[in-house]
């Protein structure tokens, strides 16, 4: 079946420092989603792709859609303590009922 | 306030007992679905509706159970045939079934059965 990993599991950058995380999914994607997950806290939707090749913006974060459309990156600018927590991507699936979700790029951030 | 609400946050339970944790949603929104999460792990699903009086199996639907009779409400029943059943249950609906839409989370029921 479809499968969407996440590439690191968890990264700990000192407060100011960038941070990336990759998506990446087995098969072809019509959209992407990116969900955020505060300690404790439950999924919260950030942002839908849809083009191949897309970027968009939310003031530190960018988020591109790949090429292919076969993966995604979220990249944040310079952490701030605020950005803490767990980045899902969720792709999909080919039935177009349901999503799957990645697994999950835990950020910890050192002020 | 539109939303998505999930009682109680926190449930504990004896093994051999069933448990229903409830899920509402005053969205109008038309699917609902049902996911566990266990720490550390992603999200998994367990059972998902598109419309009233119609659900279907998720990933992980053995030994829970669900009904849809109105479309505020997905009540999932943790039966005590699911082996492992201590996790954090997470609740969400869109305005529609197919993926395109953004699903919206309620804050999560975490069960501890011992």
């Known amino acids: 079946g479809q499968q969407v990993m996440q590439i690191p599991q968890y990264q700990h950058v000192q407060e100011g420092e960038d941070f990336t995380t990759y998506c990446n999914s087995s098969t072809t994607l019509s959209n992407i989603q990116w969900y955020k997950q505060r300690p404790g806290g439950h999924p919260v939707f950030l942002i839908q792709?849809?083009?191949?090749?897309e970027v968009k913006k939310q003031k530190r974060l960018t988020f591109q859609f790949g090429e292919a459309k076969k993966n995604s990156s979220l990249h944040i600018t310079a952490t701030q303590t605020t950005d803490v927590g767990t980045y899902f991507c969720a792709g999909p699936r080919s039935s177009g009922d349901k999503l799957t979700f990645g697994t999950g790029t835990r950020l910890a951030v050192r002020p | 306030d539109g939303g998505i609400t999930q009682s109680p946050k926190y449930l504990f339970r004896k093994e051999g007992q069933n448990v229903t944790l409830s899920c509402e949603q005053n969205l109008n929104h038309d699917a609902m679905y049902w996911y566990r999460q266990d720490p550390g792990q992603g999200l998994r699903l367990i059972y998902y509706s598109q419309i009233v009086n119609d659900f279907q199996k998720g990933d992980i639907a053995e030994g829970y159970s669900v009904s849809r009779e109105k479309k505020e409400s997905f009540p999932l029943t943790v039966t005590s045939a699911q082996k492992n059943p201590t996790a954090f249950y997470l609740c969400?609906?869109?305005?529609?079934?197919?993926?395109?839409?953004?699903?919206?989370f309620g804050p999560g029921t975490r069960l501890t059965v011992t």
């Open positions: 792709l849809v083009k191949s090749g």
């Open positions: 969400a609906s869109s305005t529609s079934g197919t993926s395109g839409y953004e699903q919206y």
